[in-house]
């Protein structure tokens, strides 16, 4: 079985003047919908601890957590360690320990802190698994050929050197790629791409282009339709 792989950005609440709040998921939501997940069973696997779910058992989660915030520090990290939760956090390396960043033509400007190669060790020290977000936030399909594979084999070569191990998996900023950027990806020693296309994993997915299901979470976000997604994802395997 498939696992049902969650994308987050942010574990803080929306600041005021947010103009995506679906990038922001609040530290208690996130509490609580890992307290609701172990609670129904589902476990929580990496790339490096994927395995083959076997039949009536639930699918595993992934939960992968894009752009590599000071909060997925500062804020998620203590609360995945409390609920013994694994994770995937997909960094921009030319950002890490950065006060203030925003990245023209995103569409959330507000600025960010990043997290620190110091912080990515600690984490991946403590089982937390990390993938590449590029160098720098950027499209690759807005990129040519070489540099697309520049930003592919750097990104990974230094954030092995930071945390220690192999680098398994990628996620394309913007979800963007397309048939030749895979192509480059694997041939650059990816096995696992995510993007941003919603749903569930087809049984006959390109482990280069995952699909994933957008896990919101702030004030205004009711719990019940977080369990209505995962619910729904799971009827669809
Ligand atoms: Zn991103």
Redesign the pocket.
């Known amino acids: 079985m498939k696992p049902i792989i969650l994308m987050y950005h942010h574990i803080a609440p929306p600041p005021a003047g947010a103009k995506i709040r679906g990038m922001y998921v609040s530290p208690r939501q996130f509490d609580w919908q890992l307290g609701w997940l172990r609670s129904r069973g589902f476990s929580f696997s990496t790339f490096e601890n994927l395995s083959d779910t076997r039949p009536g058992e639930r699918p595993d989660i992934i939960l992968t957590l894009?752009?590599g915030y000071l909060n997925n520090y500062e804020q998620a990290f203590p609360i995945l360690r409390k609920h013994g939760a694994r994770a995937v956090i997909y960094p921009i390396l030319n950002d890490l320990g950065r006060r203030g960043v925003s990245w023209p033509g995103a569409t959330e400007q507000t600025p960010a802190d990043m997290m620190s190669a110091e912080q990515i060790r600690e984490m991946a020290d403590a089982g937390i698994e990390f993938g590449s977000?590029l160098l720098e936030?950027r499209r690759l399909t807005e990129m040519s050929e070489t540099e697309q594979i520049a930003q592919l084999t750097a990104s990974k070569a230094r954030l092995e050197s930071i945390v220690g191990r192999p680098v398994l998996s990628i996620?394309y900023?913007?979800g963007a790629c397309d048939d030749g950027i895979i192509g480059r990806t694997r041939a650059a020693g990816y096995r696992y791409g995510v993007t941003t296309e919603p749903g569930r994993i087809a049984k006959d997915a390109d482990p280069l282009r995952l699909n994933r299901y957008t896990a919101k979470g702030c004030k205004l976000y009711h719990p019940l339709k977080f369990i209505r997604m995962i619910r729904t994802a799971e009827r669809q395997d």
């Open positions: 894009d752009d977000h936030h996620a900023p913007y």
